[in-house]
């Protein structure tokens, strides 16, 4: 028998439903239509993409892949799937795809499981030289208990160091090279590392979950032709996609990853994400190139702008930026938690950041010296060069001449609030 659920003082169902109602009514008031959105790893799906994301999909359940089952009822959903495969293959000119990963985590994690065994060694990007969570021992490596080792950076490149890595690589001899990173403003050099590692045994794995929006508009890196054998990645950052994760590649070892992806990591991949994300890979294909080309020139206008108006953007002698981010050290401010605090204030909404070369403790991941702003969302809603020039005088009014720019940037909004690129 269970014991019956003590009341939590002062909760009323009802009143909680409608509570939370308004919640959701006055967050998407709040940043849909009144803030200027720069946190770099999120965007915004298109009309077309809402309206096919909600369907039966949603309540059934495909263990498996395509036209291989385990459950019954599945004859739409196995073409759907199919098409959505066939169109991710055409985009990233691969040969295999598995969209059921339902984050770009679980892509680590069934890539990482699939390629290495317990006690192996990789070398990703250490966190603090812009690393995701997930490539490290604090994530998805110390889960599955292989020892990750980190890419030498060289700071004046602002990039991974191509010799030292190389010296790193004859030392530790890793399993796998996991390219890709957080905070990311420069192509890796998966070229100049990838034949040199693979007499060694070594996978090339490509975490695409920041940059994979540019990489469809061919204005990034192609990791696939320059030596990555797989691609991990969310769907939900520059690709303006439903949020979700995928794997994808020209590997042999492909088909070992879907093993680990199902049945290992996930069972049930939530279907009805698959005709959003089909809407979203389309997109992509008609207007990926001026997308992509766009977010790229308004983050490099924003930094050249801020740093005009006396902020410190980082990697200026490498022209800030060729990526959607832009990396700014606001230690002069106090440093990346107050900055971000105050700008939310404001309903200007980005995150503090580790620069690189940083070390880490409990007071700088607390409060690490810099920013990290994301143009890709603010230019799907139209923003272009003026635009990112008027936002880094709005920068400069709130961070330097300590005026409240609220309502300016309520006004500035009410202008961008149509999805484009759809
Ligand atoms: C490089 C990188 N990989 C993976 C992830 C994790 O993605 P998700 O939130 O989809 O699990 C992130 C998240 O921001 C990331 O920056």
């Known amino acids: 028998m269970l014991e019956p659920v003590e009341a939590i003082e002062g909760l009323n169902v009802k009143e909680a439903i409608n509570e939370i109602e308004s919640l959701t009514e006055k967050h998407n008031q709040w940043r849909k239509k009144e803030c200027i959105n720069l946190i770099a790893s999120e965007n915004v799906t298109s009309p077309a993409v809402d309206k096919i994301y909600v369907s039966d999909l949603g309540h059934r359940y495909a263990e498996g892949k395509p036209f291989g089952r385990h459950y019954q009822g599945l004859q739409f959903v196995d073409q759907i799937e199919d098409l959505t495969q066939k169109l991710a293959k055409q985009l990233f000119c691969a040969k295999h795809v598995d969209l059921r990963p339902l984050s770009g985590t679980t892509a680590n994690l069934s ?32 889960l599955i208990g292989i020892k990750d080792f980190s890419f030498p950076f060289n700071i004046d490149e602002m990039n991974i160091d191509v010799d030292a890595t190389k010296k790193k690589i004859e030392e530790k001899q890793p399993k796998v090279l996991l390219f890709g990173a957080s905070l990311f403003l420069f192509p890796h050099p998966i070229k100049e590392i990838a034949d040199f590692a693979k007499p060694y045994g070594t996978h090339i794995i490509y975490d695409a979950a920041h940059v994979l929006g540019l990489i469809a508009g061919n204005q990034f890196q192609d990791p696939l032709r320059e030596g990555a054998d797989i691609i991990t990645t969310s769907t939900h950052k520059t690709f303006p996609g439903p949020q979700s994760g995928m794997i994808f590649g020209n590997s042999d070892d492909f088909e070992k990853i879907e093993t680990v992806v199902f049945p290992q990591v996930i069972c049930n991949h939530h279907l009805h ?23 790229i020139t308004n983050a490099k206008t924003l930094a050249q702008s801020m740093h005009e108006l006396g902020f410190n953007v980082v990697a200026e002698n490498k022209g800030f930026t060729e990526s959607h981010q832009v990396v700014v050290d606001v230690s002069q401010f106090g440093g990346g ?45 139209g923003m272009n060069e003026e635009e990112m020039k008027m936002i880094a005088e709005l920068m400069k009014k709130a961070l330097i001449d300590k005026k409240d720019i609220k309502g300016e940037v309520i006004d500035f909004k009410k202008e961008f609030l149509e999805v484009k690129y759809c």
């Open 111 to 142: 890539a990482l499981g699939a390629l290495t065994n317990y006690g192996d060694t990789i070398i990703s990007s250490s966190i603090p030289n812009g690393g995701h969570v997930s490539h490290t021992r604090h994530g998805v490596s110390g």
């Open 273 to 295: 994400k698959l005709p959003a994300m089909a809407v979203a890979l389309e997109e992509m294909t008609t207007h990926g190139e001026k997308y992509a080309k766009q977010i």
């Open 337 to 381: 938690k107050p900055v971000a605090e105050l700008l939310e204030s404001m309903n200007v909404i980005l995150n503090k950041n580790f620069i690189p070369g940083d070390t880490v403790n409990s007071d700088t991941m607390r409060n690490p010296r810099g920013i990290r702003i994301g143009t890709q969302e603010m230019t799907r809603m």
